[in-house]
């Protein structure tokens, strides 16, 4: 499954979630689309999934809320581990998602 603009590109292979480019879609109904590739990877009950972020130059308030969202969601599957990977050389990564561990203690985050 694949989501592509001219902007942005989100697409799926198994259970790992790539997302490159510059997400700025103007609050949660615009990032539905995403929300629903991102939660037809659980529909197939991965033993883990990964959100490969290590492409993705910007991310809004609105796309961090996304994630946000989606951690929690995991957080009520323990059975299904969380891997976040980022990008030191993307400032905004360094910043925003350690925030998801404090959502959900069992996010792995390896941002490299």
């Known amino acids: 499954m694949e989501i592509k603009t001219d ?6 292979e198994g259970s790992v979630i790539h997302f490159e480019g510059t997400l700025r879609l ?11 590739l991102m939660q037809g ?17 910007f991310l809004n ?7 946000a969202k989606f951690t929690i969601e ?17 400032p905004w990564q360094s910043k925003s998602l350690p925030n998801l561990q404090k959502l959900h203690k069992g996010v792995e985050l390896v941002i490299s």
Do not use: H
């Open 61 to 67: 308030s609105s796309g961090i809320n996304l994630l």
């Open 26 to 36: 103007s609050g949660t109904d615009a990032y539905q689309p995403i929300l629903d």
């Open 41 to 57: 990877v659980l529909a197939n009950k991965p033993q883990s999934v990964v959100l490969d972020l290590t492409q993705l130059e």
């Open 74 to 90: 995991l957080r009520k599957l323990p059975d299904v581990a969380l891997k976040v990977l980022g990008s030191t050389r993307i």
């Open 7 to 12: 902007d942005f590109n989100v697409w799926t």
